[in-house]
C-alpha cells in the first residue's frame, strides 16, 4: 500500500479547531529523575487540527485522492469496495469537490503538523425545512495514522463546524459487519434505524446500512 505524498503545507487560515493527541505512554510520577525527565521534554507532541476547507486546490486534491484510496484498499468502508485503483476514485472525489466549490458540502480535513491525515464531509440540506440538519459523510483516517484516537479528533471538529454554522442534528450511515455502530455512539450518535440488505459488497454478500443521529 503506498503512503499519501502530503505537500507539507500549513493549515489555511479558515475556521480550525484544534485538538490535542493523547499522549503515548506517559511516565509514572514519582520515577527517577535526570535522563528519564529530559526524554519527556525532547518529545515533541505532534500540532493535531481539524480545518474547514471550501476550496480544494490540486495539491489538497491530490492528497485527498491517494488518502481515500488506501483507506479503501486497507478494508475502510468509505463508499468502494477494495481494491480500488485512484482511477476509480477520482470521479467521486471531483464530484464531491464541485460540490465544496458549489457550498453544498464543508470539507473537514484532519491535519497532523500541517500535513492531512483524515477528512470528512458535512453535507447540508437544500430544503429550508431542514435548514437545522446535515449528513456527515466520507469519515476517513490514513491507515498509518489510525490508532492514535485521530478518528475522534476528527468527528469532534466536525461536530465543532456542524455548531458553527447553527446546526442541531448530525446523521450518518455506517456498513453493516464492520462494528463502527460502537465508535459512533460513544461519541453521542444512537441508532434509529436499518435498510437490511441495501448495500451490495459482491454477489450473495449484502450489507445492512445503519442509520445514527447525534443532537449536539
Not at 476550496?55 to 484510496?69: E, G, P
Not at 477494495?82 to 491535519?111: F, I, M, S, Y
Request: proline share 6%; with cysteine.
Amino acid at each position: 500500500m503506498s503512503r499519501v505524498p502530503l505537500p507539507g503545507r500549513r493549515a489555511p487560515p479558515e475556521a480550525t479547531a484544534r485538538r490535542s493527541l493523547p499522549h503515548p505512554g506517559r511516565a509514572a510520577q514519582g520515577g527517577a529523575r535526570g535522563g528519564s525527565c529530559s526524554r519527556r521534554e525532547n518529545r515533541r507532541m505532534p500540532h493535531v487540527e481539524v480545518t474547514v476547507s471550501t476550496r480544494v486546490d490540486d495539491d489538497l486534491r491530490a492528497c485527498l485522492l491517494d488518502l481515500w484510496t488506501d483507506v479503501t484498499n486497507a478494508g475502510g468502508a468509505v463508499g468502494f469496495v477494495a481494491p480500488v485503483t485512484r482511477d476509480v476514485v477520482a470521479p467521486v472525489l471531483d464530484g464531491l469537490v464541485e460540490r465544496v466549490h458549489g457550498g453544498t458540502q464543508a470539507l473537514c480535513v484532519l491535519r497532523v503538523d500541517g500535513e492531512p491525515a483524515g477528512f470528512a464531509v458535512l453535507s447540508t440540506s437544500v430544503s429550508p425545512l431542514r435548514r437545522h440538519w446535515a449528513t456527515v459523510l466520507r469519515v476517513q483516517v490514513h491507515p498509518s495514522r489510525q490508532g492514535q484516537g485521530l478518528g475522534r479528533v476528527l468527528m469532534a471538529g466536525v461536530h465543532d463546524a456542524a455548531r458553527a454554522r447553527g446546526l442541531e442534528f448530525l446523521h450518518l450511515t455506517v456498513r453493516g459487519g464492520y462494528g463502527l455502530e460502537g465508535f459512533y455512539e460513544r461519541l453521542g450518535y444512537e441508532v434509529f434505524g436499518r435498510m437490511p440488505g441495501a448495500i451490495r459488497v459482491a454477489p450473495g454478500d449484502d450489507r445492512d446500512e445503519v442509520l445514527l443521529l447525534c443532537r449536539l
